[in-house]
């Protein structure tokens, strides 16, 4: 099959896409953001026979070279860049990241990411749909542990919803913690887990998790993910119910994941949206 690039950032996710890719015959050419990514991205790319090129986070000319010497016409981005390391000194860009700062009009997720995306199109390489080659793992729509969620973790669902929504919509975070039909905490730049250990903190045990997908959600990047750190997070803080939106959340690790909730009771349902 044709060669293909994986744009890798911190998790799981880049290797479940590697594993994929290789799988299904693709010459990966893996393009790892050294500041986040670690040796088990190392390991697996030597396993799987996929080359391998860390870059500093900002050398995106470096990184659009590397695919192009590949032969990749198309490229997937997986994995966490923490949004905070550009604003905390260790962004570095080089010529071709300047000129993408230079086009956007804000530097939120959206704006920063897809600008990137459009430099790789003019430069010959599709980003292509994040989830297309890890469909089986999207969450289902209705109940996926146990238990099902309670009249009043489904009340604080159905108040969230509006709030999480509205949120995800300005891209400020997909996240929001409620407990008795108030808000109790908003993800920002910190991240899922933060942000429902920050609720727990604040309201103690009983909150409810709210994650959702942006209302036009681009799938070729940002999209919401959980995995079994967003369980244990939800443990330590007493979070009793999650909802995520059917089709458009990745659940890594998902036998573990709801293992884990059926373990501690903790309801999980998927969102239906249009």
Same mark, same amino acid.
């Given at each position: ?6 744009? %890798? ?10 594993? #994929? %890719?290789?799988?299904? *015959? ?9 500041? @986040?990514? *670690? ?7 030597? #396993? /799987? ?6 870059? $500093? ?17 198309? +490229? ?14 260790? =962004? ?12 956007? &009009? ?8 897809? #600008? /990137? ?14 989830? +297309? ?5 999207? %969450? ?10 309670? @009249?009043?973790?489904?009340?604080? =669902? @159905? ?15 997909? &996240? ?14 910190? *991240? ?7 609720? *727990? ?19 070729? =990047? ?20 999650? $909802? ?11 036998? #573990?994941? =709801? ?16």
């Amino acid at each position: 099959m044709a060669p293909i690039g994986l744009i %890798a950032g911190n998790g799981k996710f880049p290797l479940l896409v590697l594993d #994929a %890719a290789s799988a299904l *015959g693709h010459d990966v050419t893996v393009v790892a953001i050294k500041e @986040e990514t *670690g040796e088990d991205l190392v390991e697996r790319a030597a #396993a /799987v026979g996929a080359s391998l090129h860390a870059v $500093s986070l900002g050398q995106l000319g470096r990184c659009i070279q590397l695919l192009q010497d590949a032969g990749c016409a198309q +490229a997937v981005m997986a994995g966490q860049v923490k949004h905070v390391k550009i604003f905390g000194g260790q =962004f570095m860009p080089d010529f071709k990241a300047i000129s993408v700062l230079r086009r956007m &009009t804000n530097r939120n997720t959206d704006g920063i990411i897809g #600008a /990137v995306a459009d430099v790789l199109k003019e430069e010959g390489i599709d980003l292509i749909d994040s989830t +297309a080659l890890l469909t089986p793992l999207l %969450a289902r729509a209705g109940t996926l542990t146990d238990r099902m969620p309670n @009249e009043e973790e489904q009340k604080d =669902f @159905e108040f969230g919803y509006a709030v999480a929504d509205a949120i995800a919509s300005l891209d400020v975070g997909q &996240t929001i913690v409620v407990k008795h039909r108030a808000v109790v905490a908003v993800e920002a730049m910190e *991240g899922t887990d933060e942000t429902i250990g920050r609720g *727990g903190y604040l309201a103690g045990p009983g909150t409810r998790v709210i994650k959702v997908a942006k209302p036009k959600q681009d799938m070729r =990047f940002d999209v919401p993910v959980i995995g079994l750190a967003t369980i244990q997070a939800m443990r330590v803080a007493g979070a009793s119910a999650l $909802s995520v939106d059917a089709g458009k959340t990745l659940v890594l690790d998902g036998r #573990a994941v =709801f293992a884990s909730a059926n373990e501690a009771g903790i309801s999980i349902v998927g969102r239906l949206t249009s």
